[in-house]
């Protein structure tokens, strides 16, 4: 069974930093473009950040490019999303999501559920003095 989990959220000041992980089990790790979705109160989801299935090709939402990195740790099946210089308006809940189709198309706000295959369950990041 294919199965992600998010690990890593929490509280944290204005210009502090968290490391969000994604374990993935119960498929071919490398067959899928992984992407992170954040989803904040009353806002449309929003594709943060996505890698390829080589970990080649890697896209960022403007509102986190030069904070945000992802990476892919394939010995440990995880993708992790290191985050710096957080902002307020980064709080929301992180999801980790397989890409059904590409990271282009993941990155589209609001993209159609068609669009991701399997969830996790989310980790909250809350960013607040």
């Known amino acids: 069974q294919l199965m992600l989990a998010e690990s890593g959220g929490g509280l944290v000041q204005p210009g502090g930093s968290l490391t969000l992980s994604c374990a993935a089990s119960g498929f071919t790790y490398d067959d899928y473009a992984i992407a992170w979705v954040r989803q904040a109160p009353g806002k449309e989801r929003e594709g943060v950040s996505c890698?390829?299935?080589?970990?080649?090709?890697?896209k960022y939402a403007d509102s986190v490019k030069g904070r945000f990195t992802i990476s892919r740790a394939d010995a440990k099946n995880t993708v992790n999303l290191q985050m710096n210089n957080l902002k307020p308006e980064d709080t929301g809940i992180y999801y980790c999501?397989?890409?059904?189709?590409?990271?282009?198309?993941?990155?589209?706000?609001?993209?159609?559920?068609?669009?991701?295959?399997?969830w996790g369950q989310g980790t909250q990041v809350t960013v607040s003095s």
């Open positions: 890698i390829s299935g080589s970990g080649g090709l890697t």
């Open positions: 999501a397989t890409v059904l189709l590409s990271c282009r198309h993941a990155m589209v706000p609001g993209a159609s559920g068609a669009t991701f295959g399997a």
